[in-house]
């Protein structure tokens, strides 16, 4: 029994905002000196972010014209956690439906009525009846398809509905599996100092993927699942952490995160190959979780790669900054829009990092099923 990722559809909300705008954003609302500035905007420079894209327009105004923010010097009174989710609940729907449409756009054999499993993803807002409950309404997806929320478990979390899509498909070769990751990150910017939240501020920016998934290719070009491997490197657990606090979710990250990386990414390599018929020297197609660009140049030093091989990943950072789960599928989204009929059975080496801290890697092979079939 095999599973196909078949299609991935992407989706952002309409406000970019270039990095050094939102670093000019950040200074003020902390109100640095220009000392305090400078290093900031040092920091920005350096993220390998180009721009970022937010439901929030407040990023591109000036403190008198913000909409969610107060318009005081300070931000205060700060906005509570109550108001920052019902603008994850206004948005995170209409995100996720533009994402739905765009995958399934690319599979015009496959309706959306057709649809037997739905899983959702997001670590950046909750509510219930939830996301799911929402789609089924404004799709019209049929009222038995089976529904999964993957909550909480931050930028690894499309890994684990890859793993439970791949076992439904296993189970049911004509199941057709709906992955949804919707991120609304920016909503939760922490005005604080601190370097933790220096570092989260400079990164994370909002974005939607979705993913078919079958047990059988439906298109000429697909990815073929092959494996799977997790690991936990404890002693990182309190250098990435993701918290709810009174004022918005509170993220940890600490500089020491791409060396814990670095320290575990060969074993964790070693082992996922472990067994099977390819070797690392073999790989040459990459979509690795862009966390930071430091975290995408330790990978490389470790493994042997060039800038180049991780291409897709670079892209996506530059472009979108990082969207929690739903990063890596724009990574693999850029990808497959760039795969040839060369690449036919050339393998995939894929990983996502994330609170615990959490290594999460997963081979797949390019199918490619040709015109004759």
């Known amino acids: 029994m095999k599973s196909y990722l078949c299609a991935i559809g992407t989706a952002n909300p309409p406000h970019v905002i270039p990095q050094m705008q939102v670093a000019e954003f950040m200074a003020s609302a902390l109100q640095f000196n220009e000392n305090d500035t400078r290093k900031l905007k040092a920091l920005y ?3 390998g972010i180009g721009q970022r894209y937010s439901v929030l327009e407040d990023y591109t105004k000036q403190n008198g014209d913000f909409t969610f923010y107060p318009n005081t010097p300070t931000l205060a009174p700060f906005p509570t956690v109550q108001q920052r989710m019902d603008v994850y609940k206004r948005h995170a729907v209409d995100l996720s439906e533009e994402a739905v449409r765009n995958c399934l756009e690319q599979t015009p054999t496959i309706a959306l ?6 899983v959702t993803v997001s670590c950046t807002g909750m509510y219930a009846p ?3 409950i929402e789609l089924v309404e404004r799709l019209s997806l049929p009222a038995t398809v089976q529904r999964t929320a993957v909550n909480f478990m ?7 509905a890859i793993k439970l899509a791949d076992a439904i498909c296993k189970a049911d070769p004509d199941a057709n599996v709906l992955l949804v990751c919707t991120e609304i990150c920016t909503i939760h910017f922490q005005n604080n100092p601190e370097e933790d939240h220096l570092v989260s501020n400079a990164l994370f920016g909002d974005g939607a993927a979705a993913v078919l998934m079958q047990g059988k290719p439906c298109k000429e070009m697909s990815l073929e699942l092959q494996s799977f ?8 657990k309190r250098d990435m952490a993701w918290h709810i606090g009174d004022t918005g ?12 990386i670095k320290s575990g990414i060969k074993q964790l390599t070693d082992r996922l190959l472990q067994g099977l018929k390819t070797t690392l020297s073999e790989i040459k197609l990459f979509a690795i979780h862009p966390g930071g660009r430091r975290i995408l140049e330790v990978i490389e030093q470790e493994l042997g790669m060039t800038r180049n091989d991780n291409r897709y990943a670079y892209q996506v950072l530059r472009e979108f900054g990082n969207m929690s789960s739903a990063t890596v599928l724009f990574v693999l989204k850029a990808l497959m829009d760039n795969l040839t009929n060369q690449d036919k059975d050339e393998p995939v080496l894929s990983f996502a990092f994330g609170p615990g801290l959490t290594l999460e890697s997963m081979l797949l092979k390019v199918h490619y099923a040709g015109a004759a079939e």
């Open 154 to 160: 931050g930028c690894y979390a499309a890994f684990n």
């Open 45 to 47: 420079r350096v993220s």
């Open 249 to 260: 979710f509170e993220m940890t990250l600490s500089s020491y995160v791409p060396d814990l």
């Open 130 to 132: 939830g996301l799911d």
């Open 229 to 236: 491997h997790c690991d936990l490197a404890p002693a990182g």
């Open 113 to 118: 009525t057709d649809i037997s499993h739905l």
